[in-house]
């Protein structure tokens, strides 16, 4: 049984090729002989979120996740928080089908049957469907089963399918997820990372009867907000909310996570820290540059990799990160023994490989191999954090566009990223670049 690192390497493989091949067809339709493949590679990223989900909850206290339902739980069985008094029971396969009912006449509003109506009713979501909006807790408990809703009414709320979908997506397009440390808090507040500069101080011999010197060290910190990101609008007509038949929440979660993975990924990787997040290549230092700006040697990426300082070479979130087209490029390159560089992986979902350490592509890097273009991250891609509000906004607008007998659906998520420990020194930065002359 693969572990759960395991399992994220194989997703985050599987993402790339999905992105690699969209990027092929520069946002055109798929051709028919390519979309088996990108279908093939879509199944494998829900499948593997799918197993990374069970066994993340696998992990967790049962007892403690249920707290609240064992409350009211007797036998096999128990009674809904709120109920009537009656002791109506509901088993957990009832419930189930409740919670994936309600998730479902969310998506359909005034069209739902009333049997959908009644069961949000029961596992306590019948607010969130007056109100039209939905808050997808998304946590340090984010694969949990049960949340807890709000409000006078007993029970719970879970859409298992609806966030591992949109997160699915949001990855596939933003390359810094797959590599950062992603970390949630339950308010927007702006919170401070502190770093500490002391490099240039070093310890002493004391010679006899000689007091210690003393220097003053500084404490900096990196300010992580939390922009707020827009899915914006998607219009979908009312009579196609009316075909229950259809997988109308993978497909809407879907456009949703591609539209807020593509603006976050390119602010991850590019942005300018200027009502954005700070992206990883602006703060990366140039740790080689190159002696043609129109080609890359095997030289130059060993010297990238050496020039990497052994504090951070030697952990085991040391990898590389690079456009597809710029893959492309060193995958063809060979050693004096006229072999490849390139190691590409031997098992579907693993990343491939160079010079030992894998590569992940980012779409939003440079793809051209032209003068001053920053063509390759190298370092310990994990000192990049992202912190991510836990509350995720749903809405569901009835009225925007009702003449035209649509509703629209758009998703917020408030999210900020920086790079720790940054430095304009290539040797004491955690990730640097490969420049073209």
Known sequence: MPTIKELKEQRAQA????????????GAALPDEAKPAWERFAAECETLEAQITAAEN????????????????????????????????????????????????????????????????RVGFGRSLRRSEMTLNIGEDQFSNLN????????????????????????????????????????????????????????????????????????????LRAYEYSSNGINVKNTLLQDTGFDLEGLISRLLGERVGRKA??????????????GIVPLAPTGKTTASATAITFDELKDLQGALDPAYSGNPTVGWM???????????????????????????????MLLGRPVYLNQFMDSAVTTGKKTVIYGDLNYYKIRRVASVTFRRLNELRALRNESVFVMFVR???????????SSLSPVQLLVQA
Not at 78 to 103: S, V, W, Y
């Open 58 to 121: 696998e992990l967790k206290d049962r007892a403690a996740r249920y707290s609240k339902i064992n409350e009211f739980k007797g036998g096999n069985a128990f009674e809904r928080p709120g109920g009537n008094g009656n002791g109506e029971q509901f088993n957990a396969k009832q419930i189930e089908t409740d919670q994936k009912k309600a998730l479902r006449a969310f998506f359909m509003g005034d069209n739902a049957p009333d049997n959908f109506v009644e069961a949000a009713e």
């Open 15 to 26: 993402l790339s090729e999905v992105r690699a091949l969209e990027e092929k067809y520069s």
């Open 265 to 278: 990924g390119s602010d991850m990787t590019i942005g300018t820290g200027n009502n954005q997040p700070y």
């Open 148 to 223: 807890p809703l709000e409000g006078q009414q007993g029970g719970f709320l879970v859409a298992p399918t609806l966030w591992p979908r949109i997160q699915v997506a949001m990855k596939a397009y933003n390359a810094m997820e797959q590599v950062a440390e992603i970390f949630t808090t339950a308010g927007g507040e702006e919170i401070t990372m502190p770093t500490v500069d002391d490099t240039g101080t070093t310890a002493a011999i004391l010679p006899n009867e000689t007091d210690a010197s003393y220097s003053n060290f500084s404490v900096a910190g990196k300010v």
């Open 415 to 425: 999210m900020d990223g920086n790079l720790l420990n940054a430095s304009s020194t």
């Open 322 to 352: 690079m456009h597809n087209n710029i893959r492309t490029a060193i995958a063809k390159l060979k050693d004096s023994q006229n072999r490849y560089l390139w190691e590409p992986s031997t098992q579907v979902g693993n990343p491939d």
